[in-house]
């Protein structure tokens, strides 16, 4: 068990995390959420000793290790699948196969095996890194936005990994439903204070919602009683006979504590300024072709209409042409054949990967805002600054101070400040923390124009997409529908794909007799483990039935504190059952998996 004790830290005279103390259990998987700036990497820093406290301590068992995954890209190996299996721990140096899994899982080629690391985009080193820290199989492992430079595909293997990690697990990400998928415990970072529960975001969310409105009315309590009391000894400090009594409340009021009034928590303050549009289409796009040689051809014969209030998903694997195309239509680029042609009044607003290269270092965020709408005032120009974020003195920051996360907000708020009707957003939530992404959803729902969206969140793709354009193989098509549609009705060619088998050196390989009897023993007790959690189900749900209809027999006769146990009952076993639910489908998958793999018969 790692224990963190009275931990406190400030960076330049700031308190940045406040006394605060935590458990980390065998086997617990969390969730760590907090709003940007809130400490979340830093706290990975200090479990981790990259930095160290201002006071407090963090315990960490005897031989207990830590695995983390960093940004930082630095490789020794001449391929990939040699750096790979750096990874693995001193007994499995010779499981090369885990490797060749792993990587295959993070969306690597079996010729990209043996490529070198450094012929690789950014975003495929880091997933080399990952590899690299889940072979090691460590005893806490702490993954730090792991979904930033991964693609859909690899989103849900990864989902599937975790949800079988046996280990300890601390995940931030701002993909919501990811993070409840795979957690056991949510961990929230929130005025310099943590809070940890059993459950997922939701829950955490709506407990310190509840807490903060509790202690709100119990401050305005005390805060009236105090002014009584202050009153009382101000009508009677001059009366004689009444100087015991006001001596009796002036000692009150001395022992009497203070709240201190909340303050309020800052959102990210997303409202897209659309731009009136009459007619029905803003953008045609006929038959368009691009590559950026002529030996690779990214996109070939492409036809799309967008309509006023489209909401188009763009979705596939990554280096495909995703943000590619959104070059096009933003008039970046041009194609090699074909045609694109904007209604004369379709105002694009494009937040792209290229954006924040447009910066000026030189500027503070403040005259960046204004040096786009010269035409504004001081005042809304600083109102937007506050929306963003950059309240106060950290609107004056200049460009060239700011983090990757800070630098996207801005080009953010450019898209807000330009009246638009047409939003074209490549992966707009990388740097945004989990509340920030919910506003985004909200505004985005409220925007009146289309919306062209290139993003790996599952949850956006739920709630948004009417319209797809799917990179898929290597191919590029229109589907017309929702995402689950897609799943339903197409799917992901390389999920429906038996999986390849791995190739392994004679030393690594078991006799066909070995495998079938290793193969038999596994989904023996798999099929085990399915019916006793298909058994558990069955006794929860018989006991949340019972409890229902002793509520709906008895509502009239009990008492208020008796229905309110009855109900807390009730939410328990219906807890209970969902819980089963979600681990009969983990077994499932696991059984589906084995079935893949299962050798031939011996003879």
């Not at 830590?66 to 020794?76: P, S, V």
């Not at 949800?163 to 415990?185: A, G, K, P, V, Y």
């Not at 509340?435 to 969140?457: K, N, R, W, Y």
Request: with cysteine; aromatic share 8%; net charge negative.
């Amino acid at each position: 068990m790692l224990q963190i004790n009275n931990l406190s830290l400030s960076f330049c005279g700031e308190e940045l995390l406040d006394d605060i103390s935590f458990n980390i259990h065998s086997g617990e998987r969390i969730g760590l959420v907090g709003r940007n700036g809130s400490g979340k990497t830093t706290l990975f820093k200090l479990i981790t000793g990259e930095i160290h406290t201002d006071e407090g301590n963090i315990s960490i068992p005897k031989n207990y290790t830590i695995g983390y995954l960093k940004q930082h890209l630095q490789f020794t190996e001449d391929t990939v699948l040699q750096e790979a299996c750096l990874g693995l721990k001193e007994d499995d140096k010779d499981q090369i196969w885990k490797a060749e899994k792993i990587l295959s899982g993070l969306g690597f080629s079996e010729d990209e095996f043996y490529k070198s690391p450094l012929e690789f985009s950014g975003g495929f080193q880091v997933r080399l890194n990952l590899a690299k820290v889940l072979l090691a199989e460590p005893h806490l492992l702490l993954l730090d936005e792991p979904t930033n430079y991964l693609d859909i595909i690899s989103i849900r293997w990864l989902t599937r990994f975790l949800q079988r990690w046996e280990n300890e697990l601390i995940i931030i990400t701002h993909e919501r439903d990811f993070m409840n998928s795979i957690t056991t415990h949510t961990m929230g970072i929130h005025r310099k204070k943590i809070k940890k529960i059993e459950g997922d975001t939701i829950k955490l969310f709506e407990q310190i919602a509840l807490e903060e409105e509790v202690y709100e009315k119990t401050r305005r309590k005390e805060d009236k009683k105090r002014q009584e009391t202050i009153e009382f000894i101000n009508r009677f400090r001059a009366q004689a006979a009444r100087a015991s009594l006001v001596q009796s409340r002036i000692k009150a009021l001395e022992k009497m504590g203070k709240k201190e009034e909340l303050r309020k928590v800052t959102d990210l303050g997303f409202r897209f300024n659309s731009l009136e549009f009459e007619a029905n289409y803003l953008m045609n796009i006929e038959e368009i072709s691009f590559g950026y040689s002529p030996e690779r051809t990214l996109i070939e014969k492409l036809s799309l209409y967008i309509g006023k209030n489209d909401r188009i998903c763009v979705i596939g694997k990554n280096g495909k042409g995703k943000s590619t195309l959104l070059r096009l239509l933003a008039g970046e680029l041009d194609p090699n054949e074909g045609k694109i042609t904007s209604h004369p009044n379709c105002k694009i607003g494009y937040f792209g990967q290229t954006n924040i290269e447009r910066l000026k270092p030189t500027l503070t965020i403040e005259q960046e805002f204004s040096a786009l709408r010269p035409d504004m005032t001081y005042t809304d120009i600083r109102k937007t600054c506050g929306a963003m974020m950059f309240s106060g003195d950290a609107a004056l920051k200049k460009i060239s101070v700011l983090s990757g996360g800070e630098k996207s907000r801005v080009s953010l708020g450019k898209i807000l400040l330009s009246p638009t009707n047409m939003l074209l957003l490549d992966e707009p939530t990388n740097h945004l923390d989990v509340e920030s992404c919910d506003s985004m959803i909200t505004a985005l729902d409220e925007f009146p124009g289309a919306v062209i969206i290139v993003t790996h969140s599952e949850m956006f793709l739920h709630h948004l997409a009417r319209k797809l354009i799917v990179f898929n193989e290597d191919r590029v098509f229109v589907f017309d529908g929702t995402y689950q549609d897609f799943l339903d009705r197409v799917g992901w060619e390389q999920e429906i794909k038996k999986p390849k088998k791995v190739k392994m050196k004679k030393s690594e390989q078991k006799s066909q007799k070995d495998l079938e009897e290793e193969y038999n023993k596994k989904h023996k007790a798999l099929l085990a483990k399915v019916k006793e959690v298909e058994k558990k189900i069955d006794k929860d749900e018989t006991a949340l039935e019972a409890v229902n209809l002793e509520i709906a027999n008895n509502s009239a006769k009990l008492k208020g504190e008796e229905i309110s146990q009855l109900q807390i009952k009730s939410h328990k076993h219906q807890q209970d059952v969902d819980n089963g639910y979600k681990e009969l489908e983990i077994l499932i998958a696991e059984l589906d998996a084995l079935d893949q793999s299962r050798p031939l018969p011996y003879r």
